[in-house]
């Protein structure tokens, strides 16, 4: 079983959708959860960091379950420029971090 | 936010030649780097951590005589690839934590195409 497990994606949605992204770990031991963006061909860039309270940023709400083990992100109100692949990342200690293969998401016109 | 670089940006080599990428902290002291490797459409695979003055510490499946780590200062981690072959091309990238704040910060990375 992988570390850090995700929907394969691609998703495609149109302006306006609400789209949600899922993601689970195996470690139980995990200690802190990350969304990152990455676009075509550069690195990736820290989207949020998940806490277990749940977090907002904007059209962003990424919300953490340590039971379940599993982590998510939702984007309301998607625009053509959040097109991009979606990186779930956990880090245990050490700062080693662990990424899921990424959902590619597509939002058209 | 910190500043991570990478260099080279892009490097085209013969098989059976060796690549060196740098990786640097231009604005703090970096106490850990890790290197990745991203083929196309695949996520990050973790190969090793750095830590400034001691030895990397590998990722199961990565091989270290393959891939030459050395972390000799804490702005400077160098990541080289031993005879490489056309299996490895790919997309490097480092990252570098301070350990003051619990950020991760990526640098651009490298393109390696074997040819």
């Known amino acids: 079983r992988k570390e850090v497990e995700q929907d394969p994606g691609p998703f495609n949605v149109p302006e306006g959708a609400t789209v949600a992204f899922n993601c689970t770990y195996s470690n139980s031991a995990s200690q802190s959860f990350f969304w990152y963006r990455q676009d075509c061909r550069k690195e990736p860039k820290l989207l949020m960091s998940?806490?277990?309270s749940g977090n907002e940023d904007g059209r962003f709400t990424a919300q953490l379950n340590r039971a379940s083990q599993y982590i998510s992100l939702l984007i309301r109100d998607s625009k053509l420029s959040d097109s991009a692949t979606y990186l779930c990342a956990v880090r245990g200690g050490g700062f080693k971090t662990i990424f899921g293969a990424g959902t590619r998401l597509f939002v058209k016109a | 936010g910190a500043v991570v670089s990478q260099h080279p940006s892009r490097v085209i080599c013969k098989s059976g030649t060796s690549v060196k990428i740098e990786c640097r902290s231009l604005d703090f002291q970096a106490t850990t780097m890790f290197w990745y490797r991203q083929f196309p459409k695949k996520s990050l695979m973790l190969m090793a951590t750095?830590?400034?003055?001691?030895?990397?510490?590998?990722e199961q499946g990565v091989e270290k005589d393959k891939f030459l780590i050395n972390h000799a200062s804490l702005t400077l981690s160098t990541l080289t690839v031993t005879s490489a072959h056309p299996e490895d091309s790919s997309f490097y990238i480092c990252?570098?934590?301070?350990?003051?704040?619990?950020?991760?910060?990526f640098g651009p990375g490298t393109r390696l195409t074997v040819t």
């Open positions: 990252s570098a934590t301070s350990g003051r704040d619990y950020e991760q910060y």
């Open positions: 750095s830590n400034e003055g001691s030895k990397a510490t590998y």
């Open positions: 998940v806490y277990s």
